[in-house]
């Protein structure tokens, strides 16, 4: 059905990224609504007021990443909040949902298991493609926060999964000197493979820690205070971990020591690119499901 | 038991590899024996002329890649063949020995089950490793047998495995125009979030196909005659895969389309690195093995 | 004279880099003394209250980048304006003075004829060495100022002078596709040579130039009336050409084309990196004067 | 005249090189003849079997690089020998002529000053181009004489002109690790603005000297018995500089040290982009002398 019925889609609210997903979406030929944009700076043809009869009219129903923000759906440019549990949720019934977070969204509204949830930000090919925009989003926050080059800097980057594949080569491009801590053998054996100096992640205590930049992405506590107090207070730390993060914010500051939470970097710094792979992944889940 | 008894080291024959193997577990400060180096042009230190002297005064075995060849142990350098299963496989019994092909060995020689066997061959850090020295070794096959530079060159790499996830961007850093097939749609992604030009490898027949030089990854048939006959006659293809590989090569002389079945690069073109690897390896299991 | 008796070096003014230039003579050995940073947020040793005390006391003379503003010392961190003309040359007299911009100074102030002068501005290997931080300011206002990733856009650089030559290659390493214009034929083939594609500066007016980012280097008009109105209204403009740049800013504002004029990059990204560099050429400037 | 009457053009022997830039030349719509090719393996439409026919044809003449061997045409595929003063010399009176190494063929033949000559190879565009020929075919020797991979490798290029300006980053993306020597300041400053580590040729001899490979470009003696008996007895040479080069040969044989002069590798290794760069740069110097 895909090459020939592409179904209609309805994007329910979210940032500039669903805008560009929107846009795209068009351009290959779906017909698309999208709701909750009306303070959008632009008209877009395929904006739509009505929230209800974007539901109706559309065979599959697209939320943004994250989906719901304090219990009201994420629509950075709506007029108004709306009540994700009372607005949203009664109108998805039987429909065909892409979303990010479905398990957290069914634990928090069980009625969703009457309609057919597609997790698209599960996704390998998602989340190898937002790789590249959290990278470069990464390196611009260190570009803003250091007073040297990248170009010579002395870099850690910890953990190694497609993040970290992605963000240290870049780096070591860019003539950095490059550390790369990770767990398992083979990311150590990749890490040498590709020219990098490894560290083990479980062994940063007993490691020089003399580095310019540490870019983190492992998603628990990595940067205790015990690490922390070890490390030069010109030190810059990015955290590129999803909430909590790998680092101990409070102790970073009481040392001296900058480190910035940088979160949704594919979203505030390349929603065209970030809105394109929304696309794309939705493209390939239909594709592949033979919607 | 590692960090402070090493325990000793016979290694059974193989080419420079081993050699290297051996040099770097001495220089770790293993106990280290090798036997079937006669003929090996220099005389070092850990050789010993008796292949049973090394198995009994060695706490661990360690078989090269392949460890057999035509049914005699692999000994590039043996001044003599030597019957795998009558001379070898005795000597191993109740014997911890480190191998490659473990289960094929299994198949030919049941009574190896009485052998404590660990496949250092299967390891992910054993191939993600040798990924580089394989890609080096393509560069070099393909830069002998073209007559254009790499750079500016149009370059298809077929499949996106741990091979041609070094092999495309290192193509791509010495500024060749890259294009790269993959199956999966989280391939598709890496390549794209590389800024390389994806295809579906399952969609070749319907691609052009102007590549100046192919290398296939793939270890099943790809380029078979519809899809050869489909190239130019001076496209250059350069198989990785190991045997039988990708290429009906049969059909691909007939066409007058040099083809390169390029096997074994790591340990023809970098045997000292190639050796550190198997040491790495052997050292890695050993550590997690805490033996 | 060089090695022994490092000369005592007073600097006047400055920004940012110059608190660098002195920390790094400082970890070199020279004596320092920095007059007019009364207002930096930190005290440092070298730091002076006086400028006649400043300039009495060193041997040689250290003027920042540029060395004035609107007929005042350039110092951004001194408490008020002081008249160069009235305060700083009679100071100068008979002394060796390291300065940018020899000419313009001496044009202004033809009494300094009366010291020695010495233009670090002009040096080959200060211009080199700056091209990096510059090139990476530009990275870094490009991505602040697209909604795509570098990866992957077009971009086109004009000019292959020792900016584009870093900022070029940096592009490609960041996996954008890099176009770059010259007038010169060594340097088209220099860009070709380097795996770029080349287009000719006096030929832009027939090319297609449906580039994401346009990168100017050239330091005269390139981007007038008639190539903007040729752009995409999306197309970024980022003009890295010292005053009066290459792009007609008014037209570009007419049409809707974003345009940005983005000087002293080294300085205002990369203080601590620029002030290595002033540092550096200083030295190699004492140390071929064997002063 | 270049865009609208081509002028025609007669090859005078040379390798398969001088084939492309006949091939190329054709493409771009140039009426070919190329004589001295009796024994090359194809037969080309503009392979012509008279010598003197091909000059008289030909409104200019184009020479290989280099002109003459011992006397004769350098004619690879030539029949017979060729005497270049008897035969080729009186032929080229008032002829325009392409050729390298003008003023060797001036001092060996005076008679030529009888000929317009014009000298490509001594051509800056000519240079820069062959620079990454040159740098590829020196990796491919590196890669065929070293037993690790380039990827980790401690490598030197000594000289920072046009091939240490291609190479070194050239193996820098290679993931080797880099050091280059140069003897003027904005040299060192472009190795360091390219994030390499720079030395001073002049100061080699108090340097650590720990390379597993150097390429030497610097055409005159650099590594003497001197600097020679301080490398490793494992350090790999590689010679690109032209006759005599920079190596002690005698000496580093006498020593045990590989030392490789690697000669003409564009020619060798890349014929193709090698015969393109003649044909770019003929090219250039009609249009710019508007022939």
Redo the contacts between chains.
Sequence with gaps: MYTENKPSVGILGGD?RLV?TGKYLCEEGFSVKAACFDKYPEKLDFFEEDIKKTVQESEIILLPVPPIKEGNLNCVYGEKAVDFGKEIVPLLKDKTVFTPMKEKLLTLYPQLSASKLYDYGE???????N???TA??A??VA??N???????SKCLVCGCGRIGK?LA??L?????SVWVSAR???D???I?????NSLRTDGLEICQLDFEIIFNTVPHMVFDKKLLSRLDKKTLIIDLASVPGGVDFKVSEELGIKAIHALSLPGK?????AGKIIK??VV?MLR?AEM
């Design positions: 500039k560009y996704r390998e090919d998602f989340a190898v493609r790789a590249m925009p470069e989003g390196l611009y570009m803003g250091t007073e040297k080059t990248i170009c010579s992605v080569p870049m070591k491009r860019l003539w950095a398992k053998p083979e150590i054996g990749w040498e493979a590709n020219g990098m710094m390349s929603p065209d690119t794309d992944t390939n592949e």
